[in-house]
């Protein structure tokens, strides 16, 4: 299934394969699904935190090939930030519960 041109969250990871990474991801997403406050969530702050990511994971790239190509090492510290920032995006929107999101948004 497809929504504007771009397939559904369950279409990229199919059942069996989620469980299996939420379990590696837990303790991740133990952070962002704890709690028993009310949240407001809106299924287009799933997609997009999952466009967030992907920009955050560009945004890492081109900052490593300019750190490699200028010869600057230090360099590197912003492309890590960025990527990690990325992949933490990543994995809520592909793995996380609504409250997760809803808490990486700050809903409340």
């Known amino acids: 299934m497809q929504l504007l041109g771009i397939p559904t969250i369950t279409c990229i990871i199919n059942r069996d394969m ?8 837990l303790p991740l997403l133990k952070i962002f699904e704890a709690g028993e406050a009310d949240y407001q969530y809106k299924s287009s702050h799933r997609k997009i935190l999952l466009v967030v ?9 081109v900052s490593a090939t300019a750190a490699i190509v200028s010869a600057q090492i230090a360099g590197l510290i912003p492309c ?7 992949l933490v995006c990543g994995i809520i929107g592909l793995l996380g519960n ?10 409340k």
């Open 18 to 25: 989620k469980i299996s990474l939420r379990k590696v991801f």
């Open 53 to 61: 990511a992907g920009l955050f994971i560009t945004l890492s790239i």
């Open 80 to 86: 890590a930030i960025f990527f990690i920032v990325g």
């Open 98 to 107: 609504d409250r997760a999101v809803a808490k990486i948004w700050g809903n």
